[in-house]
């Protein structure tokens, strides 16, 4: 049985309640983009959900326009991702909570003696906002969190595995000698791509919105992104842990 070297914590909807007060800053945004590019739809937060739970604006402005046919100029994109990440941060500084359990979780690997990360597709200050909101941050080094959208040059997303290898190849140590807990099929897509064991944390979906989707999304993690050990609740994760490691050889 192996033990994990580092376990590496996904941000938003897995440590704290982040997605849908970000998503209410980008429908306003997303919704001004359409109006000046003259295409009649209309988001809410739920329909924006839907279509890019688990990516950052960046790629949901690309996703935009493929879906609805028009095109951005570069620069107008990147005043957009910058108003987008002010919008967002200042909603999280002040409202965000942490996904129910997860300081007692932390505080158990703590005393375990297992190093912790933050990787994340989000851009850095946002989740830095929302750690220092929560009072998560105390359990990771600044340093040590890792942002695809800020971290990388030039910035990624997940799906795309290059947030995770950064972060092992930082960490010095091997995809596979780690774990991770995920919540959307993208990040758990690039945490599989990355060759790391996966936690698929589905607890929130359930809180959010209701049974039927946290077992729908329990059975996608499962089919489509391998996760080895799906978490419903954060209690249950000295548990998760423990299996990861016993399949670990």
Known sequence: MGKVKYILLDCDNTL?????????????????????????????????????????????????????????SAEEQ???????LGKVTQKL???????????EQLEWAKAQGYPMSVVSTSAKPRVIASLQKTNLLRFFKEEQVYSAASSLNPPSSK???AIYLHACKELGVKPEECLTVEDSKSGATAGMR????????????????????????ADLLTEQT??????????EFPECVKKIEESMS
């Not at 990147?78 to 987008?84: I, P």
């Not at 500084?93 to 300081?103: F, L, Q, Y």
Request: some cysteine.
């Open 93 to 103: 500084s002040e409202k965000c909570t942490e996904c129910p359990g997860v300081t």
């Open 194 to 217: 990355a060759g790391i064991p996966l936690i698929g944390y589905v607890g929130l979906y359930g809180i959010e919105e209701g049974e039927k989707k946290m077992k729908q999304m």
């Open 226 to 235: 391998k996760a080895q050990v799906i978490m419903y609740d954060w209690k």
């Open 16 to 72: 704290c309640q982040s997605e849908r007060l970000a998503f209410e800053a980008c429908a306003e945004l997303t919704n001004e983009v359409l109006e000046k590019h003259d295409i009649k739809e209309r988001y809410d937060v739920d329909s924006l959900l839907e279509d890019f739970v688990g990516h950052n604006f960046r790629n949901m402005l690309v996703g935009l326009q493929k879906k609805h046919n028009f095109t951005m």
């Open 159 to 161: 799906p795309d595995p």
């Open 78 to 84: 990147d005043d957009y991702v910058s108003r987008e």
